[in-house]
């Protein structure tokens, strides 16, 4: 059996339902974990009921004014208030949740040694302020996706955790999006493994964002087993249909 699991992300998968009733939907396909990324725009008590069954893998601590544009605020200077209002609202939810993960988004801003003493200053404070058995997780977006990202490239991610040097902050490392921004996905994997600090994994298929193919990450997944990494990975991706017929990509992953 393999150590880690696949958790549905219920911001992207099951479109055609109500949020809430995504979960369901999630446990009749046989997930027992999910991703939330926006779960603070739900009441709590329902996202409690709703969970039964259900383990929470990860969540995203508040991003700023999402609808606004905002995608994250440890990268902004000027903004560190609200960068730590957000943050421990986002570990108020963690913990209530069950969550292991949090992950705190940087926002949108070029990468100067500025924008890095920020960013370094804020994820200080988040560390030594969050709950014990939490880990915080900083994920590099493709610019292609989301332009203007400051977190954007694997190397900058590891530079910026050696100066940071703190156990309690990981790698969130989305397969999807190192394809997209470095061509290639497993050494970066085998890289953040080697470092241990890969701290959850993401998932899409290269072509369009939809569903990967069926052997399209076979060696990641592999290495995450033969690894012998707890984690889960997320399915972060736009179904290209109904998303459980679509799910007949993880046949042979499944029991691995």
């Known amino acids: 059996m393999k150590p880690w699991r696949f958790a549905a992300n219920l911001d992207w998968l099951y479109p055609d339902r109500p949020f809430l009733d995504r979960f369901a939907a999630a446990r009749a396909d046989g997930f027992d974990a999910v991703e939330l990324l926006q779960p603070h725009r739900h009441p709590l008590g329902e996202l409690l009921v709703r969970l039964e069954g259900l383990q929470v893998a990860l969540i995203n601590a508040p991003a700023g004014d999402w609808d606004a544009g905002e995608r994250g605020l440890a990268a902004l200077p000027g903004r560190e208030a609200d960068f730590r209002t957000a943050c421990l609202r986002g570990m108020e939810l963690a913990t209530r949740l069950g969550a292991p993960c949090l992950h705190l988004l940087s926002g949108l801003n070029d990468d100067t040694p500025a924008t890095r003493a920020c960013w370094l200053q804020n994820l200080r ?18 610019r292609r996706d989301m332009p203007g990202y400051f977190l954007h490239r694997q190397p900058q991610a590891h530079e910026l955790l050696d100066a940071l040097a703190h156990p309690r902050v990981g790698l969130q490392l989305d397969l999807y999006h190192c394809r997209i921004a470095e061509g290639e996905s497993l050494t970066h994997l085998q ?4 470092r241990g600090r890969l701290a959850h994994v993401q998932v899409a298929g290269e072509t369009a964002r939809k569903e990967p193919q069926a052997d399209e990450y076979a ?8 690894r012998i990494w707890h984690g889960a990975v997320g399915l972060e991706y736009r179904p290209a249909g109904d998303t459980s017929a679509g799910l007949a990509w993880l046949q042979g992953h499944q029991t691995d």
């Open 191 to 194: 890289h953040a493994l080697a």
């Open 219 to 226: 060696e990641e997944l592999a290495l995450l087993t033969q």
């Open 125 to 142: 404070w988040a560390a030594e302020h969050g709950p014990p058995g939490l880990t915080l997780t900083v994920e590099p977006i493709n």
